[in-house]
């Protein structure tokens, strides 16, 4: 359907400023997906746009800040230019409701993660009637199987296979700002699989809260699995469908929870070609004490098996993690055990964050007693660590050739590329802009703890 028509005389071009992780960049990438394709074209900067978007991320109370004083910074050019559109979109909006139009009385709309799709009828509906609108009802919706064409990338996409998280951590706000744990269908994930291997993408990164929970909605699984057993997860099962879609060359996921994550899994990054030996396993904290108020589900030595498990069936394989520091009344000791942890288990990489209560989440209750000055040396000690970790890590691919998806060209040198191995480590080397999209063998020979370097063989 062409609804050009319907934007005639209204204000056309629209700038989106994305916070947060990875589901707030596909979602922004759907929204602006669902702008162009009814008549707006994108502004490169906010000062060459009509309408001012911004998609937030409440996950830490120093995001939310950020987003905050960002928005704040535009008063004036409000003053100056009424006609603007600003909004906001993404799991501030959500965790704000009716509140933020009070907060922040520039905003034009305000809309949840699960009403995003109706955010065009909403613009519309400002330019017309220029009132406030809060949109946050559909908090536990099913989103629609709809794909506008924009893709931020020409040969990599993230494709969501669900929305929401049912596991409550303590200390965290994405189950009161993304709802309830929903997952889409196998054949709905597979149909847009296969269009974007049409079009000709390679690399498919699969989002959700937990990927290890996914769960086929209708339980029709035997038509997804060459050979079926009661011990394969679905989410085994929907990576098998997919590492058949012929044009799709790495497969990648993200987030896996270890209360859920088995050897299964790991079975199947060893055996499906497609599937990339990379797992991103947040660990959290390493004492017991604390993984238990956090609510995580599992103990520091069951995380410790199931990272053995993985590096026993996957032994090429990379595995970086989350971890919080600063826990309400995370001792030194307990502290302590979370080195231990980072030590033992040897992560190729970690993002690493200081505590912050972020209401409504149940760890608001606990007192916040572990001191700033506390907290940052906490998460120094472990940067510090974990540089040196990574630095091992990387050493041990020093003269060895590796398969690197070139990605983009270097940001200070066009005659440098950057791309990625199937272990989605960095890898700097030379090149002309031509190679990127292209996968080369690279012989690494020079490594830093973020990075590999080395020359096409
Ligand atoms: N679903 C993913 C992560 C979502 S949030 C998972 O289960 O791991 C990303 C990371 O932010 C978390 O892994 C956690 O390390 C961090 N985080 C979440 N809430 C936080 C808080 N209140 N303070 C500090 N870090 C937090
Ligand atoms: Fe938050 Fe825990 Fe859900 Fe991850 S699994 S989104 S940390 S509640
Ligand atoms: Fe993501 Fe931040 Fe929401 S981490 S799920 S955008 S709170």
């Given at each position: 359907m062409?609804?050009?028509?319907?934007?005639?005389?209204?204000p056309?071009k629209?700038?989106?400023?994305?916070?947060?992780?990875?589901?707030?960049?596909?979602d922004?990438?759907?929204?602006?997906?669902?702008?162009l394709?009814d008549?707006?074209?994108?502004?490169?900067?906010?000062?060459?746009?009509?309408?001012i978007?911004?998609?937030?991320?409440?996950?830490?109370k120093h995001?939310?800040?950020?987003?905050?004083?960002?928005?704040?910074?535009?008063?004036?050019?409000?003053?100056?230019?009424?006609d603007i559109?600003?909004?906001?979109?993404?799991?501030?909006?959500?965790?704000?409701?009716?509140?933020?139009?009070?907060?922040?009385?520039?905003l034009?709309?305000?809309?949840g993660p699960?009403n995003?799709?109706?955010?065009?009828?909403?613009?519309?509906?400002?330019?017309?009637?220029?009132?406030?609108?809060?949109?946050?009802d559909?908090?536990?919706?099913?989103?629609?199987?709809?794909?506008p064409?924009?893709?931020q990338?020409?040969?990599?996409?993230?494709?969501?296979?669900?929305?929401?998280?049912?596991n409550?951590?303590?200390y965290c706000?994405?189950?009161?700002?993304?709802?309830?744990?929903?997952?889409?269908?196998?054949?709905?994930?597979?149909?847009e699989v296969?269009?974007?291997?049409?079009?000709?993408f390679?690399?498919i990164?699969?989002?959700?809260q937990?990927?290890?929970?996914?769960?086929?909605?209708?339980?029709?699984?035997t038509a997804?699995?060459s050979?079926?057993?009661?011990?394969?997860?679905?989410?085994?099962?929907?990576l098998e469908?997919?590492n058949?879609?012929?044009?799709?060359?790495?497969?990648?996921?993200?987030?896996?929870?270890?209360?859920?994550?088995?050897?299964?899994?790991?079975?199947?990054?060893?055996d499906?070609?497609?599937?990339?030996?990379?797992?991103?396993?947040?660990?959290?904290?390493?004492?017991?004490r604390?993984l238990?108020?956090?609510?995580?589900?599992?103990?520091?030595?069951?995380?410790?098996?199931?990272?053995?498990?993985?590096?026993?069936?996957?032994p090429?394989?990379?595995?970086?993690?989350?971890?919080?520091?600063?826990?309400?009344?995370?001792?030194r000791?307990?502290?302590?055990?979370?080195?231990?942890?980072?030590?033992?288990?040897?992560?190729d990489?970690?993002?690493m964050?200081?505590?912050?209560?972020?209401?409504?989440?149940k760890?608001?209750?606990?007192?916040?007693?572990?001191?700033?000055?506390?907290?940052?040396d906490?998460?120094?000690?472990?940067?510090n660590?974990?540089?040196?970790?990574s630095?091992?890590?990387?050493?041990l691919?020093?003269?060895?050739?590796?398969?690197?998806?070139?990605?983009?060209?270097?940001?200070?040198d066009?005659?440098?590329l950057t791309?990625?191995?199937r272990?989605?480590?960095?890898?700097?080397?030379?090149?002309?802009?031509?190679?990127i999209?292209?996968?080369?063998?690279?012989?690494?020979?020079?490594?830093?703890?973020?990075?590999?370097r080395?020359?096409i063989?």
């Open positions: 062409n609804k050009k028509s319907l934007y005639i005389n209204m056309k629209i700038y989106i400023r994305t916070f947060g992780c990875q589901m707030s960049l596909r922004s990438e759907f929204v602006a997906g669902l702008l394709d008549g707006f074209t994108l502004a490169n900067s906010i000062a060459g746009a009509d309408i978007l911004f998609n937030s991320c409440s996950v830490r995001a939310e800040d950020r987003l905050i004083s960002n928005i704040s910074d535009l008063k004036l050019l409000k003053k100056k230019r009424p559109v600003i909004g906001l979109m993404g799991c501030t909006a959500q965790a704000y409701k009716d509140k933020i139009l009070d907060r922040l009385p520039i034009d709309f305000s809309c699960g995003e799709s109706d955010i065009p009828k909403i613009i519309k509906d400002i330019m017309e009637n220029r009132c406030g609108i809060v949109a946050t559909k908090i536990n919706d099913k989103r629609p199987e709809i794909f064409e924009y893709r990338d020409r040969f990599r996409a993230y494709v969501s296979i669900g929305e929401g998280c049912n409550f951590c303590s706000i994405v189950p009161y700002t993304r709802g309830r744990e929903r997952f889409r269908e196998i054949k709905d994930i597979l149909k296969k269009d974007l291997a049409k079009r000709g390679k690399e990164m699969l989002l959700g937990n990927v290890n929970s996914y769960m086929n909605p209708s339980r029709n699984l997804y699995s050979k079926p057993t009661a011990k394969k997860s679905d989410f085994v099962r929907l469908a997919l058949a879609v012929k044009g799709i060359e790495r497969i990648r996921f993200m987030t896996s929870h270890p209360k859920d994550a088995s050897a299964d899994l790991f079975k199947a990054m060893r499906l070609e497609k599937v990339c030996e990379h797992l991103h396993l947040p660990l959290q904290a390493g004492s017991n604390i238990k108020l956090m609510n995580r589900g599992y103990s520091a030595e069951k995380y410790l098996k199931l990272a053995g498990e993985y590096k026993k069936y996957v090429e394989g990379s595995i970086t993690t989350d971890i919080i520091v600063g826990f309400p009344s995370e001792t000791e307990d502290f302590g055990n979370t080195v231990k942890m980072v030590e033992g288990v040897g992560f990489g970690a993002y964050f200081k505590y912050s209560p972020r209401p409504p989440a760890s608001v209750k606990l007192k916040d007693d572990v001191g700033q000055k506390e907290k940052e906490r998460l120094n000690i472990l940067l660590l974990q540089r040196e970790i630095l091992n890590r990387n050493k691919l020093n003269g060895k050739a590796v398969e690197v998806l070139v990605c983009d060209l270097h940001k200070k066009n005659n440098v791309g990625r191995t272990t989605n480590k960095v890898v700097v080397l030379g090149g002309s802009s031509d190679m999209s292209k996968f080369v063998n690279v012989k690494i020979e020079s490594v830093t703890p973020h990075a590999l080395g020359r063989v």
